[in-house]
């Protein structure tokens, strides 16, 4: 059970009590954590200035500064509890009875259907246009390119229905050429994936070189081959935790010993070299290969010994002889789970984005040819500089994976995810847990790149705690590993959202890092980037929830300016979203279904940016502003909390919906004590 807040008012209201409530832990917290500094020689103690005074404000989420004539007065806030396993079943049925009342494809284009009387859909054409709703508008598809693929599907077919058929404009049919998205996966090659059929030579290769076990799939053996690849699954775990444990009791020492004194940065360097050479003898003394400079060597060696070290060795591509792309002073959109789809990252590409990355998919899944995730590999034409990220925690996967993007995805590089914080996804060992195993990202890294024309690059989180970060003693060495770029995150995992990013420590880390580092974390305005890169030797800024709430923060931060955006321009991006969703699952049913939900789930973050006409002063992503009101009804409603004002929103370029529709936020996006 989850409680969600609904307010009668266009904003969030708290009455006193909650607000009183809510301080006193806010103040509990920032007392609890002043007294922890972080014990590690990159972080150096901040000295207290006035800016310090600023931060510890910011970081206790105090309420924006907004003019008082815009301001309402407090209401009660009325908490409703929502059953979410309620409502995920109530909706699956709903998309149940709609594929039932589908009318056929073919049926819906004039065409013929081989299934006939077998068909799973309808082909009672009277029957269903007679239950059809009521066109909600103009197709787009017909307007642009003279036809509409889903024909008497389409639910904004007024224009192109006519005597029960579908119709075709010759004059404008051939003239503009349909977008092509890329990374479309053959149904042949999904077949192959689902039936285990799809052929991995390289990466049988790889693990026959480096010594490596690897995993059947489901399908490709017996239940004795089954427990015996488990036994191989346990023995393979107890050996890395071996590994990794004799790394991490450096890095555990280390952090006990070091004081909390201001440290220099040329102290950093030094010290990161001694780490970097000790973590690099424990390698190589549990490999049976002696590593030389010299590469025939290494590959006779290799030839002689019936063991292989787990390192590659027979690399296919030097990093200086992969595809290129500039990480220098690049804004990216950071890969953003359901909200980050292709419609978003289409409109964020118009705003400024230099490149985009699309939302992370799971090496397993991606194996199994598992459709939704495929869906995320998706791209579109105008991304010209796009990567994918993956996540998992098994090397046979990763890959195999690798090697199925190499063959079928274009992408112009690869980002291995090892900064979710999710649980589910932590269990798998995968996420940010790998921080915790860097002999599995050293395994991670060298397999993937070994395996791609394309740069690969990491993401990750400062560590596990935020008392006691890592981070710097893995960046030094993700270079030699096979990293191109790393981005750094600059929370725990344990931390979440509920304190702003430590960007003192993403600057004192960009100046041990040897590749690019991408800093990321409460980017929300054009002045913190400045800071940022007058600061610190940062490459590059990654922005995820400062983009959801104001995609056109690209375009404030290339223009150096704060845009006073008016109610009607927003309202003009939600429309080309539904439009570019429409466009992208479809304009029936289940195309309209889905870009409502993906729309809501942005509206669910967007709602809580402020105007700045509204603002005394410049506004963070962590404060919470006060009851308030628009200058006009339209922003007014585009600030509301209320779900059924953000259904209304939709409403006016999706059609109404049912008296029986209901919607949750996935992400807790709408609470500033969660995130911050």
Not at 9 to 26: F, R
Not at 63 to 87: G, T
Not at 153 to 175: P, Q, R, S, Y
Request: proline share 4%; charged share 30%.
């Amino acid at each position: 059970m989850e409680s969600v807040e609904t307010t009668n008012t266009a904003t969030t209201t708290p009455s006193n009590s909650e607000i009183i409530s809510e301080n006193v832990v806010e103040e509990k917290n920032t007392n609890e954590t002043s007294t922890t500094t972080f014990n590690q020689d990159v972080v150096s103690e901040t000295p207290k200035t006035e800016g310090t005074n600023e931060n510890k404000e910011r970081s206790r989420g105090l309420e924006a500064k907004i003019k008082p004539e815009f301001i309402l007065p407090y209401k009660k806030v009325e908490k409703v509890e929502v059953d979410k396993a309620a409502k995920k079943k109530e909706f699956r049925n709903q998309m149940k009875e709609s594929m039932n009342d589908k009318l056929c494809p073919k049926i819906s284009k004039g065409l013929e259907c081989e299934f006939k009387e077998g068909c799973k859909f309808s082909h009672d054409v009277e029957k269903y246009l007679a239950s059809k709703p009521k066109s909600i508008g103009v197709c787009q598809n017909f307007q642009t390119y003279g036809e509409c693929k889903f024909g008497l599907n389409c639910f904004f077919g007024e224009c192109h229905i006519v005597d029960n058929k579908t119709i075709v404009n010759k004059e404008l049919l051939g003239k503009v050429e349909p977008t092509k998205i890329i990374n479309e996966v053959s149904n042949e090659t999904q077949i192959q994936l689902k039936t285990n059929n799809y052929p991995f030579p390289k990466s049988e290769i790889y693990f026959k070189e480096n010594n490596i076990t690897a995993r059947q799939f489901k399908g490709r053996n017996n239940n004795k081959q089954q427990q015996q690849q488990q036994k191989n699954d346990n023995k393979r775990k107890e050996n890395e935790k071996d590994q990794d444990e004799q790394l991490n009791k450096k890095i555990k020492l280390d952090n006990e010993n070091i004081s909390t004194t201001t440290e220099s940065t040329e102290s950093i360097k030094t010290t990161e070299t001694t780490e970097t050479t000790e973590t690099t003898e424990t390698i190589e003394t549990t490999t049976n290969t002696t590593t030389t400079n010299n590469t025939k060597n290494i590959k006779e060696e290799a030839k002689q010994s019936n063991e292989h070290t787990e390192i590659d060795i027979m690399t296919p591509l030097k990093a200086n002889e992969k595809k290129r792309i500039n990480f220098e002073n690049q804004l990216i959109l950071a890969p953003l789970t359901t909200v980050g789809n292709l419609p978003f990252r289409r409109i964020c590409k118009r705003l400024g984005a230099d490149i985009t990355i699309g939302e992370m998919a799971l090496t397993t899944k991606l194996l199994e040819g598992t459709k939704s995730e495929l869906a995320l590999l998706k791209r579109h034409p105008s991304e010209d500089k796009f990567g994918i990220q993956i996540c998992g925690s098994y090397i046979d996967s990763a890959v195999r994976c690798a090697e199925f993007i190499e063959n079928e995805i274009d992408a112009d590089f690869v980002d291995i995810n090892s900064g979710c914080p999710i649980d589910l996804v932590c269990n798998m060992g995968a996420g940010a847990a790998l921080m915790e195993r860097p002999k599995k990202v050293e395994q991670l890294l060298r397999g993937i790149s070994s395996h791609l024309s394309c740069p690969t690059t990491i993401k990750i989180r400062i560590g596990k705690s935020e008392s006691a970060p890592t981070a710097h003693n893995l960046i030094p060495s993700l270079g030699e590993w096979g990293a191109c770029a790393v981005t750094l995150h600059g929370r725990s995992r344990a931390q979440r959202y509920s304190r702003l990013a430590n960007w003192e420590y993403i600057k004192q880390c960009s100046e041990v890092s040897k590749i690019p580092l991408i800093g990321n974390g409460d980017v929300y305005n054009y002045q913190d980037v400045v800071n940022i890169y007058d600061t610190s030797k940062v490459s590059s800024i990654m922005i995820a929830r400062g983009a959801l709430i104001k995609p056109w923060i690209f375009t404030e931060i290339k223009e150096k300016r704060e845009w006073d955006i008016s109610a009607s321009e927003r309202l003009d991006f939600i429309r080309d979203f539904a439009n570019y969703g429409l466009d992208h699952w479809g304009s029936d049913r289940i195309g309209v279904d889905n870009t409502r939900k993906f729309l809501l789930n942005w509206l669910s973050f967007s709602h809580r940016y402020v105007p700045v006409g509204l603002l005394e002063k410049v506004h963070y992503m962590n404060e919470r502003p006060p009851a308030y009101f628009g200058r006009s009804d339209l922003e007014t409603l585009l600030a509301s909390t209320q779900v059924k004002d953000w259904i209304k929103i939709t409403e006016m370029f999706l059609g109404p919906v049912t008296s029986d529709y209901s919607f949750v936020p996935k992400h807790n996006s709408n609470s500033y004590e969660s995130q911050g």
